[in-house]
């Protein structure tokens, strides 16, 4: 595996290239990254996979200092995937200056995740479309786990007109349903054995829809308090149109739900298609 920490020498090193995939990532690597890895190997001979920890999307009082880092078994699982390339820059290299040129999003960037962390698309949209610029890729792979940075990342590629196909991935889950995340680590036992009722009570939304329940307001208020029973601080439950990612009605299709609540200190997110 070819490691690179700055942008000419990856850019010297990609040029004999006719066809890249790139997964992004900010290292502390689980099953989930790595099942967006095998997806990009599916897709394309060369595979870059990038590991940067982005100031741009942490708000002052989140967890951008005990963040995990874990660059060498970040390393030994990639080799073991047989990635090509390695992009692991530091802040300097990717700021060499202040970032004073920031996207303006759309108004999608403002609600469910953008309601509760003002500014962090910004800081995503920005992060996503330097590292596009500097690889260039063909295609990027992103998970469904983080739906609403997928789908602002699809808009940004399709108004802004950057060529490249944007590749959605299936969220991975735990035994128990559990979405893999990073942050599952701050959990603790207790809270572990709880944390899979975020996806259980979305699942219990999507049967009570397919099941012919539309009303979506009574769903999501039933759904937060029953979480909130369970100890949970809820951030959001609701139910929204896959397409624009806007609140649904009754008679919409093509549905997505959507929740982010805190267990003790630890946020989780999580959402689940719906057909009907």
């Given at each position: 595996m070819n490691i690179f920490y700055d942008i000419a020498s990856l850019r010297q090193h990609l040029g004999k290239e006719r066809h890249i995939a790139f997964v992004p990532t900010m290292g502390n690597l689980h099953d989930?990254?790595?099942?967006?890895?095998?997806?990009?190997?599916?897709?394309s001979p060369c595979v870059v996979v990038s590991i940067f920890i982005n100031r741009l999307q942490f708000l002052p009082h989140e967890d951008f200092d005990r963040y995990p880092r874990t660059f060498e078994d970040d390393c030994k699982r990639l080799a073991e995937l047989d990635v090509n390339t390695l992009f692991a820059p530091d802040e300097k290299i990717l700021f060499p200056t202040t970032q004073e040129f920031l996207l303006a999003l759309p108004p999608v960037a403002?609600?469910?995740?953008?309601?509760?962390?003002?500014?962090?698309?910004?800081g995503v949209a920005t992060i996503v479309l330097k590292l596009f610029n500097?690889?260039?890729?063909?295609?990027?792979?992103?998970?469904?786990?983080?739906?609403?940075?997928?789908?602002?990342?699809?808009?940004?590629?399709?108004?802004?007109?950057?060529?490249?196909?944007?590749?959605?991935?299936?969220?991975?889950?735990?035994?128990d349903g559990l979405a893999l995340s990073s942050r599952n680590q701050?959990?603790?036992?207790?809270q572990r054995a709880e944390a899979c009722n975020l996806y259980q009570t979305l699942l219990d939304i999507k049967h009570a829809i397919i099941s012919g329940n539309r009303d979506f307001w009574a769903l999501q208020d039933y759904a937060t308090q029953s979480l909130e029973k369970r100890h949970w601080?809820?951030?959001?439950?609701?139910?929204?149109?896959?397409?624009?990612?806007?609140?649904?009605?009754?008679?919409?299709?093509?549905?997505v739900v959507l929740g982010a609540a805190w267990l003790n200190q630890t946020r989780l997110i999580d959402n689940i298609e719906i057909d009907d």
């Open positions: 989930g990254h790595l099942e967006l890895i095998k997806q990009a190997k599916q897709l403002d609600i469910l995740e953008g309601e509760f962390r003002p500014g962090f698309f910004r500097i690889i260039q890729p063909n295609l990027a792979v992103f998970g469904k786990k983080d739906y609403q940075q997928l789908h602002i990342v699809r808009e940004m590629v399709n108004q802004l007109n950057v060529p490249i196909d944007v590749v959605a991935s299936e969220t991975v889950r735990a035994l701050y959990l603790n036992k207790e601080k809820v951030d959001y439950i609701r139910i929204h149109k896959r397409d624009s990612l806007m609140p649904a009605h009754a008679d919409d299709t093509r549905l």
